[in-house]
């Protein structure tokens, strides 16, 4: 394993795991190299949020798979006269990712254990996530489709005449 900017020889990876963000952290078995006369058994624990594709070279941000998508909270405007921008102020969404975890033990017996659940919470406005289904000139309610990740989920407004 290499990490950028580390003046150390890095042996094998101890483990993998996931915060309750979703961001993962290594666990690296490797040499402690920092003084040339002391070489030591160490295990080091790096956050990890990009990563290099071997065949592009190209930087990719990291992030667990989304397994689940729904409205956290609608925005605070749900109701619109005729004309009116859709304002996704307030509005929060979910997102569950589910992640294995990887360790091994003393013997090197490597362990996969079940998908741990983790819950983010993000903005409906933020990068990333798109919304599609509302009219602002046609009257009634109106099913909004949230889509993040691949993952969908509705909310509904309400357009009146003006």
């Known amino acids: 394993l290499y990490i950028s900017g580390k003046n150390l020889d890095y042996g094998e990876i101890e483990s993998i795991s996931f ?3 979703g961001i993962m952290y ?3 078995y490797g040499a402690n190299c920092n003084n040339k006369n ?3 058994s160490v295990i080091n624990f790096y956050k990890i949020n990009q990563y290099i594709n071997a065949d592009t070279k ?9 397994y689940s998508l729904s409205v956290r909270s609608n925005p605070t405007k749900t109701t619109y006269k005729v004309g009116e921008n859709l304002n996704l102020s307030g509005g929060k ?9 990887v360790s091994w033990d003393n013997n090197l017996v490597r362990k996969v254990t079940d998908p741990k659940t983790i819950t983010a919470t993000i903005d ?4 990333g996530v798109k919304i599609t289904g509302y009219d602002k000139n046609k009257t009634g309610t109106q099913t909004i489709t949230v889509e993040y990740d691949g993952k969908k989920t509705t909310f ?4 009146n005449s003006k």
Do not use: H, Q, S
């Not at 190209?58 to 989304?66: E, L, V």
């Open 124 to 127: 409906m406005g933020a990068k």
């Open 19 to 21: 915060d309750e963000k």
């Open 26 to 28: 290594v666990g690296v």
């Open 93 to 101: 969404l979910t997102v569950t990712y589910k992640e294995r975890i």
């Open 156 to 159: 509904k407004v309400t357009v």
């Open 58 to 66: 190209k930087t990719i941000d990291f992030k667990p798979n989304t």
């Open 38 to 40: 002391t070489k030591k």
